[in-house]
C-alpha cells in the first residue's frame, strides 16, 4: 500500500512537473511562430521593395536611352564627337545590373538620381526638336528663296 502511495506521489509529481513545463513551452512556442512570421513577412517586403526598385531603374535606363538617341541619333556628328563614351549595355545585361545591390536606400538614390538625369534629357531633346525645327524651317525658306 505504502509503494502504492509513493507511486501515485509519484505521477502527481510528475503531472504537475509536465504540466508547468508544458504551460511554459506554449506561450514560448507562440511567441516563437509570431516572431518567425514577422520575420518572414519583413524580408518579403524588402524583397518586393527591392525588385520593384530595380524594375523602376531598368525602366528609367530604357527611357534615358531613348531619350540620348532622340537628342543625339546614330550616325550624328555629335555622337561621333563623343564616341568616348562607354557603350549602352544590352538589355539582358541592364536586368542584372542591380541585382547584387541589396540595400533600398542606394537603389532609392540612383532611381532619384536616374529621374533628374531624365529632367535634363527631356529638356535638352526639347531644345534639340526646337533647334531641329528651326533649321528645317531656315532649310526650306533657303531652298524657297532659291526657287524664287
Known amino acids: 500500500m505504502l509503494s502504492l502511495v509513493r507511486r501515485r506521489d509519484d505521477w502527481r509529481k510528475h503531472a504537475s512537473i509536465s504540466s508547468l513545463v508544458s504551460a511554459d513551452i506554449q506561450p514560448i512556442r507562440f511567441q516563437h511562430i509570431g516572431i518567425t512570421a514577422n520575420t518572414s513577412l ?15 531603374l531598368a525602366s ?20 561621333e564627337l ?24 542606394k537603389l532609392t538614390r540612383l532611381a532619384k538620381a536616374k529621374e ?6 527631356e529638356s535638352k531633346a526639347g531644345w534639340a526638336g526646337m533647334n531641329k525645327s528651326k533649321a528645317e524651317d531656315q532649310a526650306a525658306q533657303a531652298a524657297r528663296t532659291m526657287l524664287a
Open 42 to 56: 519583413t524580408e518579403l517586403k524588402k524583397l518586393v521593395i527591392l525588385t520593384d526598385l530595380r524594375t523602376e
Open 60 to 79: 528609367l535606363d530604357d527611357e534615358i536611352d531613348s531619350l540620348r538617341n532622340t537628342i543625339k541619333p546614330p550616325g550624328s556628328p555629335l555622337r
Open 82 to 105: 563623343n564616341s568616348m563614351e562607354a557603350p549602352t549595355p544590352s538589355a539582358t545585361t541592364k536586368s542584372t545590373k542591380y541585382d547584387n545591390i541589396t540595400d533600398a536606400a
Open 116 to 121: 533628374k538625369t531624365k529632367q535634363l534629357l
